[in-house]
Protein backbone atom coordinates (compact mmCIF):
# COMPACT_ATOMS: atom_id res chain seq x y z
CA UNK A 1 0.00 0.00 0.00
CA UNK A 2 0.80 3.73 -0.77
CA UNK A 3 0.17 6.55 1.55
CA UNK A 4 0.80 10.47 0.27
CA UNK A 5 1.02 12.75 2.46
CA UNK A 6 0.16 16.76 1.90
CA UNK A 7 1.55 19.62 3.59
CA UNK A 8 2.07 23.11 2.84
CA UNK A 9 -1.71 24.94 2.89
CA UNK A 10 -2.68 27.49 4.91
CA UNK A 11 -4.32 31.28 4.09
CA UNK A 12 -2.32 33.66 2.25
CA UNK A 13 -3.09 37.11 1.11
CA UNK A 14 -3.25 37.77 -2.64
CA UNK A 15 -0.04 38.24 -3.85
CA UNK A 16 1.88 35.84 -1.27
CA UNK A 17 3.14 32.55 -1.71
CA UNK A 18 2.65 29.10 -0.50
CA UNK A 19 5.07 26.19 -0.80
CA UNK A 20 2.96 22.35 -0.81
CA UNK A 21 4.03 19.62 0.07
CA UNK A 22 3.68 15.56 -0.57
CA UNK A 23 5.32 12.72 -0.06
CA UNK A 24 4.95 9.20 -0.89
CA UNK A 25 5.75 6.68 1.69
CA UNK A 26 4.77 2.25 1.22
CA UNK A 27 5.26 -0.21 -1.27
CA UNK A 28 7.07 2.05 -3.94
CA UNK A 29 8.96 0.49 -6.87
CA UNK A 30 8.77 3.27 -9.17
CA UNK A 31 6.67 6.85 -9.32
CA UNK A 32 6.09 7.30 -13.19
CA UNK A 33 4.53 10.48 -12.43
CA UNK A 34 3.09 13.13 -9.65
CA UNK A 35 1.16 15.71 -9.98
CA UNK A 36 -0.98 18.44 -7.90
CA UNK A 37 -4.55 18.90 -8.74
CA UNK A 38 -7.27 21.22 -7.19
CA UNK A 39 -11.05 21.77 -6.45
CA UNK A 40 -12.78 24.64 -5.60
CA UNK A 41 -16.94 24.51 -4.23
CA UNK A 42 -18.97 23.14 -6.24
CA UNK A 43 -16.57 23.06 -9.38
CA UNK A 44 -14.72 19.75 -10.75
CA UNK A 45 -11.17 18.97 -9.74
CA UNK A 46 -9.10 20.04 -12.56
CA UNK A 47 -5.04 19.91 -13.03
CA UNK A 48 -2.67 22.43 -11.71
CA UNK A 49 0.50 20.96 -12.67
CA UNK A 50 2.09 17.54 -13.38
CA UNK A 51 5.86 16.21 -13.52
CA UNK A 52 7.13 13.09 -15.50
CA UNK A 53 10.31 10.66 -14.01
CA UNK A 54 12.30 12.31 -16.22
CA UNK A 55 11.61 15.92 -14.58
CA UNK A 56 8.97 17.00 -17.48
CA UNK A 57 6.53 19.34 -16.38
CA UNK A 58 3.03 20.47 -17.26
CA UNK A 59 1.18 23.34 -16.25
CA UNK A 60 -2.48 24.34 -16.53
CA UNK A 61 -2.59 27.94 -18.39
CA UNK A 62 -4.46 29.90 -15.12
CA UNK A 63 -1.05 28.78 -13.16
CA UNK A 64 1.64 29.30 -15.61
CA UNK A 65 5.02 31.78 -14.98
CA UNK A 66 3.37 31.16 -11.43
CA UNK A 67 3.87 27.71 -10.41
CA UNK A 68 6.56 25.92 -10.52
CA UNK A 69 6.19 21.58 -9.92
CA UNK A 70 9.60 19.99 -8.59
CA UNK A 71 10.02 16.67 -6.98
CA UNK A 72 13.24 15.00 -4.41
CA UNK A 73 13.52 11.60 -5.63
CA UNK A 74 15.28 10.34 -2.84
CA UNK A 75 12.45 11.49 -0.36
CA UNK A 76 9.78 10.26 -3.12
CA UNK A 77 8.21 14.15 -2.68
CA UNK A 78 6.97 16.48 -4.88
CA UNK A 79 6.50 20.35 -4.28
CA UNK A 80 4.11 23.14 -5.56
CA UNK A 81 5.73 26.39 -5.64
CA UNK A 82 2.89 29.51 -5.97
CA UNK A 83 3.25 32.57 -6.53
CA UNK A 84 1.56 36.16 -6.99
CA UNK A 85 -1.21 33.75 -5.52
CA UNK A 86 -4.89 34.94 -6.56
CA UNK A 87 -8.44 34.62 -4.65
CA UNK A 88 -9.55 32.17 -7.28
CA UNK A 89 -6.56 29.95 -6.26
CA UNK A 90 -8.30 28.79 -3.67
CA UNK A 91 -9.19 25.29 -3.55
CA UNK A 92 -8.35 21.91 -2.05
CA UNK A 93 -5.34 20.92 -3.72
CA UNK A 94 -5.07 17.03 -3.86
CA UNK A 95 -1.30 15.34 -4.45
CA UNK A 96 -1.72 12.83 -7.31
CA UNK A 97 0.83 9.70 -7.97
CA UNK A 98 1.47 6.91 -10.63
CA UNK A 99 3.46 4.47 -8.84
CA UNK A 100 4.47 0.77 -9.85
CA UNK A 101 4.85 -1.46 -7.40
CA UNK A 102 7.17 -4.19 -7.03
CA UNK A 103 5.02 -6.75 -9.39
CA UNK A 104 4.76 -4.04 -12.11
CA UNK A 105 1.37 -3.52 -11.53
CA UNK A 106 0.48 0.56 -11.94
CA UNK A 107 -2.16 2.18 -9.63
CA UNK A 108 -3.08 5.85 -8.89
CA UNK A 109 -3.07 7.27 -5.48
CA UNK A 110 -4.72 10.29 -3.96
CA UNK A 111 -3.39 12.59 -0.95
CA UNK A 112 -6.23 13.75 1.40
CA UNK A 113 -6.37 16.99 0.39
CA UNK A 114 -5.03 20.40 1.95
CA UNK A 115 -6.96 23.58 2.03
CA UNK A 116 -5.23 26.81 0.08
CA UNK A 117 -6.92 29.66 0.72
CA UNK A 118 -6.45 33.00 -0.68
CA UNK A 119 -7.75 36.64 0.82
CA UNK A 120 -7.89 39.85 -0.12
Known amino acids: QVQLVESGGGLVQAGGSLRLSCAAS????????MAWFRQAPGKQRDLVAS???????NYADSVKGRCSISTDNAKNTVYLQMNSLKLEDTAVYYC??????????????WGQGTQVTVSS
Open 26 to 33: GSIFRIDS
Open 96 to 109: NAVIRSSTWSLKVY
Open 51 to 57: ITSGGSP
